[in-house]
C-alpha cells in the first residue's frame, strides 16, 4: 500500500502524471474492446439454464436437427361476441403469408377454436432460427404480417419464441438505461455528500474508466475462457463498478481530507490517507471478489458466468480508486474542496455532536437493549420471508405485459383444458416409435406429434392437457421423465419450458447448498486475516446474514401485496446472498478496521468501538446510501428479476448501514470488550510486549 500511496502522492511529482498518462492509454485500448462486448453477449435459453440439466441437453440437441431447434409461436385471434367469416378469412391468408416467408415445421400449422368461437389459436413451428436474434426478429415480421386485421379483432403472436423475444428486445436496452440512471443516481448523490460543485466530478469520471476498462477486459474474457456472458451479469458488473468503486471513493476523499488539515502538502496527505484506508479498501474488494468467484461452483450458467464478471468489475474499480483517483486528486490539489477547502492546521468547527456520536452513546449505555432489540427487529422482518410469491413464470416476468404475454394469457383462458405450449422430447431415431408410445401412455398428455429428425436423434412434440408451468403439468413431465427413462436403447430426454423451470428449482437448490459455505468460508477467511481475530469476523459474519434474511422478508411483504409481482426469480436467494454478505461486510471491514486502529494507539476496547463509530459513520452511511441507491436503480428496469435483485440488496444495504453497523455491531463491541478481539494481539488488557 504504501508503493501505491507513493504512486499517487509521493514526493517525485512527475509520477501522478505518469499513472494519469497510463490509464489514458489504458482507456484507448479499452474502448474499441468495450464495444465488442455486446458481441459476446448471450442471451438465450440455454445461457439462462443448468449446465447439465437434461432440459438444457435437450435444446443443445435440438440445434443440431435439420434447421436448428424449434421455436413456437401462437397466432392468437380473439374477438369479444365470437369471431367472424372475415376474421377467419383473415387468418387464413396471414397465415399464409407466414409459411411462405419463414420456414415451418408444419405445412398446414395446427388451430383450434374456442367452444365460444371467440378466440382462435394457430402454432406456428418455426425453424432455420440459429439463435435469439434470429428467434426475435422473426418474432418481429410474425407481428407485422399479422397487423392491421378487421376493426374490433385482436391478432396477436404469443408462445415461448415470442415471449423470448421480448425479454431479447428488453437485454438491448439495458446497458444504456442502466448506465445513464447509474451515473445520474451516483453524480446527484456525491453532490449532496461533498457539497461541492466540482469535487464530484472526479471520481465519477474515474468510475467511468473503471467501468469502460472492465467492459473490455470481460469481452475478452468470453473470447479466451468461453464463459457465459449474459446482459444480466453485464449489467449487475456495471452497477458493481458504480457502487463499490464510489464506496471506496468516498473512503479514500474522507481520509484525504481529513490528512489535509494535519498535513502541508498534499502529496504527504495523499500517501497517508492510502497507508491509512487501503488495507481497508483491499480487504473490502478482497470479500467481494472471493465471493463473486464462489459462484463459480455454481451449475446455473447464467450464475456461475456472472461470478468473474463481477470480479472483473469490482478489480477494475479498485485499481482505478487506488491509482487514477489519487493521482489526479493531488494533481488538483486541495482547491478542489472549494468553498469547504481543509485548511493544514485547522480544524472544523464541530457546533453539535455528530448523529453518530448520539448513536454511541445511546448504545453505550444500553448495549444489552440495544442488541436484543435491533436482532428482534431483524427476526420479526425475516418472518416476512415466509409471504415470498413461488416461481416466478416466463409470462410473469416482465413489469409492463408485453403482447406477448396477453396473447399466451388468452389462449390460456381460452383452451384452460389443454397446454399452449410442447414438452420437448429427444430420443434415438431407431426408437422414436417406442419412445411415443409411451408418451402417450402417461396420463396428462393431450397429443403427441413428430418432430424433425437428424443426427441419429428424434424430436417428439408432447403437448400436456395442463396449463403450462402448472403444478399438474409438473407432475405430467415428471411422469413422463420416469416412463421414458425406462424405454430401453430410447436415451430420452425431456425438456421444453416446464421441464425447464423444474430443472431451474433443483439446480438452484443445489447451488445454494454448494455455493453459500463457500462464500462463508472465503469472506471469513479475509476477515481474520484483516482483523487478526476470530471473534470480530464471525460477529461480521452473523450481522450480515441476518440483514440478509432481513431484506428478504422485508420483500416478501412488497413484491407481492405492493407490487403484484407473480413469482421470485429462482436464483434470487442465491445471488442476493452472495452480494449481500460480500458488499455488506464492506461497512464493517471499515467501522472495525478503524476501530483496530484506534486500539493499537492505545485505546480501550469500548473507546475505540464509539471512535470507530464516530469517525467512520458519516463515510458508512454516504457509502450505504450510494450502494442502496446505484442496486436500486435496477428496479426501473422492465424485467421483474432485475427489479427483485435491485430492491433485495438496497434493502439489505440500508438495513446493513443504519442499523446493523451503527448499532448492533458497535453495542456487541461494547459488551464483549477485548472479547472482540481475540485471540489477537488486542484481546489483550494490556498492549504492551
Given at each position: 500500500?504504501?508503493?501505491?500511496?507513493?504512486?499517487?502522492?509521493?514526493?517525485?511529482?512527475?509520477?501522478?502524471?505518469?499513472?494519469?498518462?497510463?490509464?489514458?492509454?489504458?482507456?484507448a485500448?479499452?474502448?474499441?474492446?468495450?464495444?465488442?462486448?455486446?458481441?459476446?453477449?448471450?442471451?438465450?435459453?440455454?445461457d439462462?439454464?443448468?449446465?447439465?440439466?437434461?432440459?438444457?441437453?435437450?435444446?443443445?440437441?435440438?440445434?443440431?436437427?435439420?434447421?436448428?431447434s424449434?421455436?413456437?409461436?401462437?397466432?392468437?385471434?380473439?374477438?369479444?361476441?365470437?369471431?367472424?367469416?372475415?376474421?377467419?378469412?383473415?387468418?387464413?391468408?396471414?397465415?399464409?403469408?407466414?409459411?411462405?416467408?419463414?420456414?415451418?415445421l408444419?405445412?398446414?400449422?395446427?388451430r383450434?377454436e374456442?367452444?365460444?368461437?371467440?378466440?382462435?389459436?394457430?402454432?406456428?413451428?418455426?425453424?432455420?432460427?440459429?439463435?435469439?436474434?434470429?428467434?426475435?426478429?422473426?418474432?418481429?415480421?410474425?407481428?407485422?404480417?399479422?397487423?392491421?386485421?378487421?376493426?374490433?379483432?385482436?391478432?396477436?403472436?404469443?408462445?415461448?419464441?415470442?415471449?423470448?423475444?421480448?425479454?431479447?428486445?428488453?437485454?438491448?436496452?439495458?446497458?444504456?438505461?442502466?448506465?445513464?440512471?447509474t451515473?445520474?443516481?451516483?453524480?446527484?448523490?456525491?453532490?449532496?455528500?461533498?457539497?461541492?460543485?466540482?469535487?464530484?466530478?472526479?471520481?465519477?469520471?474515474?468510475?467511468?474508466v473503471?467501468?469502460?476498462?472492465?467492459m473490455?477486459?470481460?469481452?475478452g474474457?468470453?473470447?479466451?475462457?468461453?464463459i457465459?456472458?449474459?446482459?444480466?451479469?453485464?449489467?449487475?458488473?456495471?452497477?458493481?463498478?458504480?457502487?463499490a468503486?464510489?464506496?471506496?471513493?468516498?473512503?479514500?476523499?474522507?481520509?484525504?481530507r481529513?490528512?489535509?488539515?494535519?498535513?502541508?502538502?498534499?502529496?504527504?496527505?495523499?500517501?497517508?490517507?492510502?497507508?491509512?484506508?487501503?488495507?481497508?479498501?483491499?480487504?473490502?474488494?478482497?470479500?467481494?471478489?472471493?465471493g463473486?468467484l464462489?459462484?463459480?461452483?455454481?451449475?446455473?450458467?447464467?450464475?456461475?458466468?456472472?461470478?468473474?464478471?463481477?470480479?472483473?468489475?469490482?478489480?477494475?474499480?479498485?485499481?482505478?480508486?487506488?491509482?487514477?483517483?489519487?493521482?489526479?486528486?493531488?494533481?488538483?490539489?486541495?482547491?478542489?474542496?472549494?468553498?469547504?477547502?481543509?485548511?493544514?492546521?485547522?480544524?472544523?468547527?464541530?457546533?453539535?455532536?455528530?448523529?453518530?456520536?448520539?448513536?454511541?452513546?445511546?448504545?453505550?449505555?444500553?448495549?444489552?437493549?440495544?442488541?436484543?432489540?435491533?436482532?428482534?427487529?431483524?427476526?420479526?422482518?425475516?418472518?416476512?420471508?415466509?409471504?415470498?410469491?413461488?416461481?416466478?413464470?416466463?409470462?410473469?416476468?416482465?413489469?409492463?405485459?408485453?403482447?406477448?404475454?396477453?396473447?399466451?394469457?388468452?389462449?390460456?383462458?381460452?383452451f384452460?383444458?389443454?397446454g399452449?405450449?410442447?414438452?420437448?422430447?429427444?430420443?434415438?431415431?431407431?426408437?422414436?416409435?417406442?419412445?411415443?408410445?409411451?408418451?402417450?401412455?402417461?396420463?396428462?398428455?393431450?397429443?403427441?406429434?413428430?418432430?424433425?429428425?437428424?443426427?441419429?436423434?428424434?424430436?417428439?412434440?408432447?403437448?400436456?392437457?395442463?396449463?403450462?408451468?402448472?403444478?399438474?403439468?409438473?407432475?405430467?413431465?415428471?411422469?413422463?421423465?420416469?416412463?421414458?427413462?425406462?424405454?430401453?436403447?430410447?436415451?430420452?430426454?425431456v425438456?421444453?419450458?416446464?421441464?425447464?423451470?423444474?430443472?431451474?428449482?433443483?439446480?438452484?437448490?443445489?447451488?445454494?447448498?454448494?455455493?453459500?459455505?463457500?462464500?462463508?468460508?472465503?469472506?471469513?477467511?479475509?476477515?481474520?486475516?484483516?482483523?487478526?481475530?476470530?471473534?470480530?469476523?464471525?460477529?461480521?459474519?452473523l450481522?450480515?446474514?441476518?440483514?440478509?434474511?432481513?431484506?428478504?422478508g422485508?420483500?416478501?411483504?412488497?413484491?407481492?401485496?405492493?407490487?403484484?409481482?407473480?413469482?421470485?426469480?429462482?436464483?434470487?436467494?442465491?445471488?442476493?446472498?452472495v452480494?449481500?454478505?460480500?458488499?455488506?461486510?464492506?461497512?464493517?471491514?471499515?467501522?472495525?478496521?478503524?476501530?483496530?486502529?484506534?486500539?493499537?494507539?492505545?485505546?480501550?476496547?469500548?473507546?475505540?468501538?464509539?471512535?470507530?463509530?464516530r469517525?467512520?459513520?458519516?463515510?458508512?452511511?454516504?457509502?450505504g446510501?450510494?450502494?442502496?441507491?446505484?442496486?436500486?436503480?435496477?428496479?426501473?428496469?422492465?424485467?421483474?428479476s432485475?427489479?427483485e435483485?435491485?430492491?433485495?440488496i438496497?434493502?439489505?444495504?440500508?438495513?446493513?448501514?443504519?442499523?446493523?453497523?451503527?448499532?448492533?455491531?458497535t453495542?456487541?463491541?461494547?459488551?464483549?470488550?477485548?472479547?472482540?478481539?481475540?485471540?489477537?494481539?488486542?484481546?489483550?488488557?494490556?498492549?504492551?510486549?
Amino acid at each position: 500500500m504504501e508503493r501505491v500511496g507513493r504512486t499517487a502522492g509521493g514526493k517525485e511529482r512527475w509520477l501522478p502524471w505518469a499513472v494519469l498518462a497510463l490509464w489514458v492509454a489504458l482507456l484507448a485500448v479499452a474502448v474499441p474492446f468495450q464495444e465488442r462486448l455486446g458481441g459476446v453477449t448471450r442471451d438465450g435459453i440455454v445461457d439462462y439454464l443448468p449446465a447439465g440439466a437434461e432440459s438444457t441437453r435437450v435444446e443443445e440437441l435440438a440445434r443440431h436437427l435439420p434447421g436448428g431447434s424449434t421455436a413456437d409461436a401462437l397466432l392468437v385471434l380473439h374477438r369479444d361476441g365470437g369471431l367472424t367469416d372475415e376474421d377467419r378469412a383473415f387468418e387464413r391468408e396471414r397465415v399464409r403469408r407466414a409459411a411462405g416467408a419463414h420456414k415451418l415445421l408444419d405445412a398446414r400449422p395446427p388451430r383450434v377454436e374456442s367452444k365460444d368461437h371467440a378466440t382462435s389459436v394457430t402454432t406456428l413451428s418455426l425453424t432455420g432460427l440459429p439463435d435469439a436474434v434470429d428467434q426475435a426478429d422473426a418474432v418481429d415480421d410474425l407481428k407485422k404480417t399479422v397487423s392491421g386485421g378487421p376493426a374490433g379483432l385482436s391478432a396477436r403472436i404469443g408462445g415461448p419464441v415470442a415471449l423470448l423475444a421480448d425479454q431479447t428486445e428488453v437485454f438491448a436496452s439495458l446497458d444504456g438505461t442502466l448506465l445513464v440512471g447509474t451515473g445520474i443516481a451516483v453524480a446527484v448523490l456525491l453532490v449532496l455528500i461533498y457539497r461541492s460543485p466540482f469535487l464530484w466530478l472526479v471520481p465519477i469520471s474515474v468510475v467511468g474508466v473503471a467501468a469502460t476498462v472492465a467492459m473490455a477486459l470481460t469481452y475478452g474474457l468470453a473470447e479466451a475462457f468461453d464463459i457465459t456472458v449474459t446482459s444480466t451479469s453485464t449489467s449487475v458488473m456495471t452497477v458493481l463498478v458504480f457502487g463499490a468503486g464510489t464506496d471506496y471513493a468516498l473512503l479514500l476523499v474522507a481520509r484525504y481530507r481529513e490528512e489535509l488539515r494535519h498535513r502541508a502538502r498534499p502529496y504527504d496527505a495523499m500517501l497517508a490517507a492510502v497507508r491509512g484506508c487501503g488495507p481497508a479498501v483491499l480487504a473490502s474488494a478482497g470479500t467481494v471478489i472471493a465471493g463473486l468467484l464462489c459462484l463459480l461452483a455454481a451449475d446455473l450458467n447464467s450464475s456461475s458466468g456472472m461470478g468473474p464478471v463481477g470480479a472483473v468489475g469490482v478489480v477494475c474499480a479498485l485499481a482505478a480508486m487506488m491509482t487514477l483517483l489519487p493521482a489526479v486528486l493531488v494533481l488538483l490539489g486541495r482547491r478542489l474542496f472549494w468553498p469547504l477547502i481543509p485548511e493544514y492546521g485547522v480544524e472544523p468547527v464541530r457546533r453539535r455532536r455528530s448523529v453518530f456520536a448520539v448513536m454511541g452513546s445511546s448504545a453505550e449505555r444500553r448495549p444489552v437493549v440495544v442488541l436484543v432489540a435491533g436482532c428482534a427487529l431483524l427476526g420479526a422482518l425475516a418472518v416476512g420471508s415466509l409471504a415470498l410469491p413461488g416461481t416466478l413464470r416466463q409470462e410473469d416476468a416482465f413489469v409492463d405485459r408485453p403482447d406477448s404475454v396477453t396473447a399466451t394469457d388468452t389462449a390460456a383462458r381460452a383452451f384452460p383444458e389443454a397446454g399452449s405450449q410442447p414438452t420437448v422430447v429427444m430420443t434415438n431415431e431407431e426408437e422414436a416409435d417406442r419412445a411415443e408410445s409411451a408418451a402417450r401412455s402417461v396420463p396428462g398428455v393431450a397429443s403427441v406429434t413428430r418432430g424433425r429428425s437428424g443426427a441419429g436423434r428424434t424430436e417428439l412434440l408432447v403437448f400436456p392437457a395442463a396449463r403450462p408451468e402448472s403444478d399438474a403439468e409438473k407432475r405430467t413431465v415428471g411422469e413422463l421423465r420416469t416412463r421414458l427413462h425406462a424405454v430401453p436403447d430410447a436415451e430420452a430426454l425431456v425438456g421444453g419450458a416446464t421441464a425447464q423451470q423444474m430443472d431451474l428449482a433443483d439446480t438452484n437448490a443445489d447451488d445454494r447448498r454448494r455455493v453459500i459455505p463457500l462464500v462463508l468460508a472465503g469472506v471469513l477467511a479475509v476477515l481474520i486475516v484483516l482483523l487478526r481475530s476470530l471473534t470480530a469476523p464471525v460477529v461480521l459474519l452473523l450481522a450480515v446474514i441476518a440483514s440478509w434474511g432481513a431484506a428478504m422478508g422485508a420483500s416478501g411483504l412488497l413484491f407481492g401485496p405492493a407490487l403484484g409481482f407473480e413469482g421470485l426469480d429462482p436464483s434470487m436467494p442465491l445471488l442476493t446472498f452472495v452480494f449481500l454478505v460480500a458488499l455488506g461486510v464492506d461497512y464493517g471491514i471499515f467501522l472495525m478496521h478503524r476501530a483496530r486502529e484506534e486500539r493499537l494507539k492505545g485505546a480501550g476496547p469500548e473507546d475505540a468501538a464509539l471512535i470507530a463509530l464516530r469517525t467512520t459513520g458519516g463515510v458508512i452511511a454516504s457509502a450505504g446510501i450510494v450502494l442502496a441507491a446505484t442496486f436500486a436503480v435496477l428496479a426501473s428496469l422492465p424485467l421483474v428479476s432485475l427489479v427483485e435483485m435491485g430492491l433485495i440488496i438496497a434493502i439489505g444495504v440500508l438495513l446493513d448501514t443504519f442499523l446493523v453497523r451503527t448499532y448492533l455491531v458497535t453495542s456487541a463491541s461494547l459488551l464483549l470488550k477485548w472479547w472482540m478481539w481475540w485471540p489477537g494481539r488486542l484481546s489483550r488488557r494490556s498492549m504492551e510486549g
